[in-house]
């Protein structure tokens, strides 16, 4: 473990995910205790995003931005907000230099798949309709996540492939579950990860799914097919349960013929990227925001 994260997980909380109303208020304390973000030169505006039912979404304004990033939030498919995912969409507006749409999906278990994609899709396409009015060039859309986001961006990617829906630039999954099947290796054996752990990702799983059987777009590892997708930034954890089923994915969207960029960090676990202060989080949230950079680039 990388000494500077070590030292913060005696201090990490511990929440039930089989409890999801518990696992929210300590989620939301959590997010409370982080700095507050600096929103100098940006410009931050909360709209409804048309649709059955309708999306709630936080527009981040960089100056000069071009570039969209639809962004969607961690929290294990059944925690956070809007609010909670502040801290996360200011900084990646700021350090990408995009306007950043940070999408309010629904929640498991009240809201099962494929309540979380079909929000996240409607703002895609909602994305694309009024690149215009947001002034962004409908070219350059990349939908990017953190955990359980990263999950759905990948299946929001596939979606659209399959739909022939709205381009997409670019997919960035960061420590991304993208399979309930949990036969990695790191899934049998990361059983007592901080944070993140093989149990509450079957709590997830179960949550999230309920009776139905997974499908790709509630499990992207399960595609047959990658090919067609879009370029994609896929970053790992070493002590991370996700992190073999991420390298995997990332083996076979090359195979497929598909640009990857893969990064694994050492010494972190799942999330640690949030303990501002430790060096490696800061080269990760750096490699994120270049490569967001080099996406959207002209």
Request: aromatic content about 8%; glycine content about 6%.
């Amino acid at each position: 473990m990388d000494p500077e994260l070590e030292a913060f997980i005696p201090f990490l909380p511990k929440p039930d995910w089989t409890d999801p109303v518990a696992a929210r208020k300590i989620f939301a304390e959590l997010a409370a205790s982080r700095p507050a973000p600096d929103l100098a030169d940006m410009r931050i505006e909360d709209r409804t995003v048309p649709a059955d039912p309708a999306v709630p979404v936080r527009i981040y304004r960089p100056h000069r931005a071009q570039g969209a990033i639809i962004w969607l939030r961690g929290g294990g498919l059944i925690m956070g907000d809007l609010d909670t995912e502040h801290p996360w969409a200011t900084r990646i507006a700021d350090s990408s230099g995009a306007v950043v749409i940070s999408v309010g999906y629904r929640r498991a278990p009240e809201h099962r798949f494929p309540a979380a994609l079909d929000d996240a899709y409607a703002v895609l396409t909602w994305t694309a309709e009024h690149a215009a009015e947001l002034g962004i060039d409908p070219d350059r859309i990349a939908v990017a996540g953190h955990s359980a986001g990263g999950a759905i961006a990948a299946a929001v990617a596939l979606r659209a492939r399959d739909q022939q829906g709205p381009p997409i630039r670019f997919q960035l999954l960061n420590e991304p579950g993208l399979d309930d099947r949990q036969e990695t290796w790191s899934q049998q054996h990361f059983t007592d990860t901080p944070w993140l752990d093989r149990d509450k990702i079957t709590a997830s799983w179960r949550h999230y799914l309920g009776s139905r059987p997974a499908t790709p777009y509630a499990a992207p590892a399960r595609a047959a097919d990658l090919s067609g997708l879009p370029p994609a930034y896929i970053a790992t954890a070493e002590f991370d349960p996700n992190r073999d089923e991420d390298i995997a994915y990332a083996t076979r969207l090359l195979q497929a013929g598909v640009p990857v960029e893969l990064h694994q960090y050492p010494g972190t676990f799942h999330g640690s990227q949030a303990i501002l202060s430790a060096a490696v989080s800061q080269r990760q949230s750096a490699d994120l925001a270049a490569a967001l950079r080099r996406a959207l680039a002209e």
